[in-house]
């Protein structure tokens, strides 16, 4: 049984310009949450997505948007890049009724 | 802004002795959860700790948990080099999100 797997593992991307994180959740999980770690801090949560609906956000500009697919899989969007968005981005997933929350390994995004 | 503190920030031990780490949050909560992070990639779920529940064990790890101090504290015994890692609480308040410290960074050395 597959965990939390995310995509890219690493990106590189300019100033300005737009990135796409995937997720696909572990198996038999509909609820994805997406955080954000930067450099020695502990994770931030940006939104949870629960039957393809955004059903709680964190603190974080609109710039930041997601999306979730019938098969439970997500996206989170990221508009506009700036220096400050460089950081580890985290999915997990969980049943909707529980909640413990499986991560998945991040993906490593550096902005220049 | 994060709901809990860890402390101590960093931590050194001996393998074999045990680590003691603390958590402090702010608001209510449902549960609170700890967290294992190796080489800043994804967490690993270890224990979690209803409010409801003072103590809880896993294997080599306690948990316990005094809500009118909101605070919680993680013991690891007999660490093993395995163990070195980053330690995170996290705090669930019943809103579909998980509120995490800044981390307790344990170093057990051979």
Known sequence: DAGVTQSPTHLIKTR???????????SGHDTVSWYQQALGQG?????????????????????FS???FPN?????????????DSALYLCASSPSSFHEQYFGPGTRLTVT | SQQGEEDPQALS?????????????????????WYRQN????????????????????GR?????DTSKKSSSLLITASRAADTASYFCATDANDYKLSFGAGTTV????
């Open chain 1, 16 to 26: 300005g310009q737009q990135v796409t994180l995937r997720c696909s959740p572990k």
């Open chain 1, 43 to 63: 994770p931030q949560f940006i939104f949870q997505y629960y039957e393809e609906e955004e059903r709680q956000r964190g603190n974080f500009p609109d710039r």
């Open chain 1, 66 to 68: 997601g999306h979730q």
């Open chain 1, 72 to 84: 439970y899989s997500s996206e989170l969007n990221v508009n506009a890049l700036l220096l400050g």
């Open chain 2, 13 to 33: 031990i001996q393998e074999g002795e045990n680590a003691t780490m603390n958590c402090s949050y702010k608001t209510s909560i449902n549960n609170l959860q």
């Open chain 2, 39 to 58: 080489s800043g990639r994804g967490l690993v779920h270890l224990i979690l700790i209803r409010s409801n529940e003072r103590e809880k064990h896993s």
């Open chain 2, 61 to 65: 790890l306690r948990v316990t948990l």
């Open chain 2, 107 to 110: 170093t057990v050395r051979a």
